[in-house]
């Protein structure tokens, strides 16, 4: 008769994965010297090139990825990785439409990790400026959204300055409802003018006698919202998270495809990737 396999003990399951961790901190701190060792050995090579070089790799990695584990999964986890060792030589400087914890913010740091020095600005306008004057060394910037269309602020600041587009960031957009009271003691909600669009038929028939209210930002409406009675915001999670308001309805948004794309700006394009895209802007002169 054949012996029952003998199940490992949770005292030796702690042991393997304490042992496992310290195997990747120690592949993490080899993967950062050899990324210094490659930026010394190429001394010529711009910030816009180091990071289109970056996601080449961090596509070719998810394709021949052969373990369980889902590349949506898996994309963030690289995505820090990169950002960890990027840091390690040089910290990107990072201008985006603020306040901290917008959408704006989260494409930012979808795109760049938590390694990177963000810093918000008041109008679109103004990330053009951070890149004009060196401040930032790179944009992130709305350009469209799927219900809304075009941003036209953005395009219009693309004629005005010789910037270059060097990336994208697709954000899927899911809008919350958060609070600090219960969903029967709500009188107003706050947000900016595209999230309360974006959520119009949700507040009709669940909170039909909130008034709502236009704010500058999704992240400034959940700052008061965390300050007001009766008050409600639209904002990220992350936003909720940041001025302890309770989640009181999640994904509230009335198309659940609601995406917006970022344009990544810079002074200069990266090399060519094989998997580029090209956008045209005409200006015209506005008579008859």
Not at 7 to 15: A, H, Q, R
Not at 50 to 64: D, N, P, R, T
Not at 237 to 253: C, F, K, M, P, Q
């Amino acid at each position: 008769m054949a012996k029952t396999p003998r199940k490992t003990s949770p005292t030796e399951l702690k042991k393997s994965l304490a042992k496992i961790d310290q195997q990747i901190l120690t592949l993490l701190g080899k993967r950062v010297d050899a990324c210094q060792k490659m930026v010394q050995a190429e001394p010529g090579k711009t910030i816009e090139q180091q990071l289109s070089s970056e996601e080449s790799e961090l596509q070719a990695l998810l394709k021949s990825n052969k373990s369980s584990l889902s590349p949506e999964a898996l994309s963030p986890v690289l995505q820090e990785v990169l950002s960890l060792c990027r840091s390690a030589s040089r910290r990107l400087r990072v201008a985006y439409l603020g306040p901290q914890y917008s959408y704006s913010h989260q494409a930012a740091v979808e795109k760049f990790g938590a390694n990177a020095d963000y810093s918000p600005v008041a109008t679109i306008a103004a990330v053009f400026e951070e890149i004009q004057r060196n401040q930032a060394d790179f944009g992130l910037v709305p350009v469209e959204n799927s219900n809304d269309g075009r941003v036209t602020d953005t395009l219009e600041m693309f004629a005005k300055h010789p910037t270059k587009i060097c990336g994208e960031v697709k954000l899927h957009i899911h809008h919350q409802l958060l609070a600090k009271c219960n969903r029967e003691e709500i009188k107003e909600v706050f947000s900016k003018p595209q999230a309360l669009s974006q959520c119009r038929n949700w507040l009709a028939k669940h909170l039909p006698a909130a008034r709502p209210i236009e704010m500058t930002s999704t992240a400034a409406a959940a700052q008061l919202a965390a300050q007001k009675e009766g008050a409600a915001a639209i904002a990220s999670r992350a936003a909720g998270v940041n001025y302890n308001l309770e989640t009181i309805a999640s994904d509230i948004e009335d198309n659940p495809n609601n995406i917006t794309r970022f344009a990544v700006i810079s002074h200069q394009m990266g090399p060519k990737t094989g998997n580029d895209k090209t956008a045209l802007l005409f200006q015209t002169e506005h008579k008859p």
